[in-house]
């Protein structure tokens, strides 16, 4: 039994752009493996190719080569993409349809039963916070709704495999939290959700496994913990007085010396814990305010994995 959702193997895509056509690599062979049941974020900043993978994944693009795979089968099988929804980062109704009307009509592009369909609505649009007696033209709907009504027609088929292109963006917080606990429960139900994003905070709150794209490229990729135990948490002390800045032990010592404050300074641990920085900072009589540990966040990895690659490229 096939226990992978997704397989992704030297996937490339390359665009012509402006008017010169010159070519863009979106992609430059790209490899990824996302397991069944699994909340997987796919991330990085925009242009990295999110967007563009997901769009070879659901059939809208070809890729120039390499292979992608669904529950083991290739993205081209009709058996293959039976079995996912999508749900595009800017979804796009007929306006002139009421909600009720909108998923019926998606339910009978999926293949479903009409009468199956209009009972299962009612129930669908209250779990997406959606009121099922609103009779509005979606045109009328906020963002907000439009995205909610988006995951309603995604879900309507009861997918193994859903695939969502920045979900969370352009919704308020209390839209934000209500769609990563619809997430969360959609994976408590064995469901896969394969999410892209560059709201790191967000996937950290969500996620099982994470990818880092840059450049049409993977950097890194695996469970959550996993990559986060990779990179160790971070002492940081506050001292009072700029004269440590001066002093030789301190900086051998420190990662890096900050303002925190008027005469006041953030000292993080260059590596491991701090007694010896600690001992040369009461060596040299600056006085010690506070030390306190801050563990290692996604969005720490993401800037640590990230910023060498800007650096070549400047």
Known sequence: MNTTAIQI??????????????????????DLDVPQGCLFGFLGPNGAGKTTTLKILVGLLRPDAGEASL?????????????ISYLPELPDFYDYLNPVELLVHCGHLSGLDRKKTLARIPALLERVGL?????????????????????AQAMLPDPDLLILDEPLTGLDPLGRRFFKDLILDLGRQGKTVF????????AQAICHSVAFLQKGKIITQGSLSALLKQHADTWEILVDGMAVRDDAEVKRLAADIQPAGEDTLLIPAAEGRPEALLQALLNGKHP?????????SLEDLFMRLINPIHSEVR
């Open 9 to 30: 193997r030297a996937l490339k895509k390359t665009f012509r752009s402006g008017f010169r056509r010159k070519k863009v690599e979106a992609l430059r062979g790209l």
């Open 131 to 151: 009121d099922p007696a609103d009779r509005r033209q979606v045109r009328k709907f906020s963002k907000g709704m439009l995205q909610r009504l988006g995951l």
């Open 71 to 83: 529950f083991g089968q290739p993205v081209q099988r009709v058996a293959a993409r039976k079995r």
């Open 195 to 202: 999410f892209s994003s560059h709201v790191l905070a967000d």
């Open 288 to 296: 010690i305010r506070s030390l306190s540990q801050r563990h290692a």
